[in-house]
């Protein structure tokens, strides 16, 4: 497994060793030892999502404070443009995005650790994204930061219309209003 840090260090890209040939391929989706290694702590996950989006639809950027989930997320089906935001306040990369295309093709995943809001556009006719959480989903701290904050300026790679949003994620807060993590932890 080859893991690279983007432009927020703590958010990595794996990519996983493939064995392929006429009959098709294999690779190892996830090894908690070679991860861990990576990622230099240990990590459990409690969860396992997976969901089925078509061309257009922009699910995000959603986060849960007080009890933020880190995710380790993957497409196995299509293609998505898929961003997280640093949420963490004293980060030397707060309110900064990045944004890499993850696809069945590529195998490419991300560790998107907690503290950092998350969302994925869907680039191809559909995609299936699966993806593994460090602690539960618990509706009562789920938070979301509008799509289209114009502070953080996301490039979202549109083809001229408007994604598909819910109107949960259609409401979300302005980057500048909605609550964040402190260095201690603590939200805000």
């Given amino acids: 497994m080859n893991v690279r840090p983007t432009a927020i260090p703590d958010v990595l890209v794996v990519e996983p060793k493939v064995f392929g040939d006429a009959r098709g391929f294999f690779f190892e989706s996830f090894n908690q030892r070679q991860f861990e290694a990576a990622l230099g702590r240990p990590v459990q996950f409690v969860q396992d999502n997976h969901s089925l989006s078509a061309r257009g639809v922009l699910r995000g950027l959603h ?5 933020p989930q880190g995710k380790l997320v993957r497409v196995v089906r299509g293609e998505v443009f898929d961003v997280a935001v640093d949420l963490r306040r004293g980060s030397p990369t707060f309110g900064r995005w990045v944004g ?12 998107v ?10 680039l191809s006719a559909e995609a299936e994204f699966l993806y593994k959480t460090t ?5 009562e701290h ?11 300026a996301i490039a979202w790679p549109a083809a001229g219309l408007p994604p598909a949003v819910s109107g949960k994620d259609a409401a979300g807060s302005a980057f500048r209003d909605a609550p964040v993590f ?7």
Avoid at 100 to 111: F, G
């Fill in 63 to 67: 986060y849960q404070l007080p009890k």
């Fill in 182 to 188: 402190e260095s201690n932890g603590a939200s805000k």
């Fill in 113 to 122: 650790p907690e503290g950092l809001a998350h969302g994925f556009l869907v």
């Fill in 100 to 111: 890499e295309t993850l696809s069945a093709e590529n195998k490419r995943q991300l560790w």
């Fill in 135 to 139: 602690d539960f989903y618990y509706p």
């Fill in 142 to 152: 789920e938070r979301c930061i509008r799509w289209n904050d114009l502070e953080l």
